[in-house]
């Protein structure tokens, strides 16, 4: 487990950035008895995503439709893609 601190350093991110994203449900940490976050190996996981999407100048709505789509499951699996590929048409027009 990691503390809020702990991946903001390995993310190289704000903890007021993880604090948004978890504002916006892109990242929903485990809480301990004290109501401190505490992350998982897979939500650092996620987060090196999301932060993959933004490299590629993808809007938080989108991040956030993504994200939507992926804890729905397999069958959104098209959904993302073409999520995907709309961002990938945008970066070649730029």
């Known amino acids: 487990m990691y503390t809020i601190g702990e991946i903001a350093q390995i993310l190289a991110v704000s903890a007021h950035t993880l604090r948004y994203y978890e504002k916006e449900s892109i990242i929903l940490p485990d809480r301990n008895e004290n109501g401190e976050r505490q992350y998982t190996d897979s939500h650092l996981k996620w987060l ?11 809007p938080i ?3 956030k439709e993504y994200t939507r789509l992926f ?3 397999e069958q959104t699996t098209e959904a993302r893609l073409k999520l995907l590929e709309v961002i990938k048409v945008l970066l070649k027009s730029n």
């Open 48 to 58: 090196a995503f999301v932060l993959k999407l933004k490299e590629t100048q993808m």
């Open 61 to 63: 709505t989108q991040i």
């Open 71 to 73: 804890k729905n499951g």
